[in-house]
């Protein structure tokens, strides 16, 4: 079994994908650098990122496959999970071995993987952009709206556009606590930023309380009175809640913060 090994970056795919044409060789996996060989491995082929290279197919891509297709193989490659390498791979080997437009192709397997994990992703990235909460902290005299966001996929990459243009008359960021990342934009520029390991800004994956404004504490208090107030208890449908808002979010959400404001 031969087997392609690549960086973790999409341009080191898109190499793979060149160096299988230019090889003539077509890999069962592709794997990163830092995965277990699998057994009956005969040959291992490691692929070094040519920029290149990657441009010439991804200029090809751009060529043969409509936008919507092309908007699919991204939300697969944001998905991370570990199937996604091999599955794009053979999806490019497909398309450029035939003259015909694969994407609408859905009796073969992996176009309709490809869709299927797409729509997934898609999915999240809508649940990111309704369920984001921003907190007004204040740090030495600053105040930033600050938001946190653990979602199931790595979409935040690809929503931050979005809020850049709905929230451009403030500062904020939003930061990823299971990826240990996040965006903040400074009204000019939007940059990449982390957190040092010691910084006491997150507790349990949530803000610090400590690092609300006075303004903000009584804002989500008065917030998540009002939408007890407007529930009422005979309609509580629990398992309708979570299917339009699922539970993993509900611990950045201040209207779900029971303990903080039930006394």
């Known amino acids: ?20 044409f230019a090889l003539k060789k077509w890999p069962e996996q ?6 277990v060989v699998p057994l009956f491995t005969s040959e291992e082929y490691i692929v070094f990122t040519d920029d290149k290279k990657a441009e010439r197919v991804s200029t ?5 496959l409509p ?14 999970l570990p199937e996604r390498s091999s599955l794009i791979f053979r999806y490019l080997i497909k398309l450029f071995k035939t003259k ?7 009796a073969d397997p992996d176009v309709l993987a490809v869709k299927q994990l797409a729509k997934k992703v898609s999915n999240e990235r809508h649940y990111l952009m309704m369920f984001v909460r921003f907190n007004a902290i204040e740090n030495q005299g600053e105040k930033v709206y600050f ?7 790595n979409v935040l990459p690809l929503v931050v556009a979005f809020f850049k243009d709905r929230f451009a008359d403030q500062k904020w960021a939003i930061f990823d606590t299971k990826r240990q990342f996040g965006y903040y934009f400074d009204l000019k520029q939007l940059d990449l930023v ?14 610090n309380q400590n690092y609300l404004s006075a303004e903000e504490r009584q804002f989500q208090k008065l917030w998540y009175h009002y939408c007890q107030a407007l529930t009422i208890k005979e309609r509580i449908n629990p398992k309708l809640q979570r299917q339009f808002m699922p539970k993993r979010f509900w611990k950045h959400l201040p209207e779900t913060w029971h303990k903080t404001f039930d006394n």
């Open 194 to 207: 982390t957190l040092d390991e010691q910084a006491d800004l997150l507790l349990d994956g949530a803000i």
């Open 67 to 80: 936008n919507i297709a092309l908007n699919q193989l991204t939300y697969v490659w944001f998905s991370e």
């Open 60 to 64: 090809a891509m751009k060529k043969r």
């Open 1 to 20: 079994m031969l087997v392609f090994r690549y960086d973790e970056t999409f341009e080191g795919l898109l190499t793979a994908v060149f160096d299988a």
């Open 147 to 153: 938001a946190t966001v653990e979602p199931r996929y």
């Open 30 to 35: 592709v794997l990163s650098r830092h995965d």
């Open 100 to 106: 015909k437009d694969i994407s609408t192709n859905f």
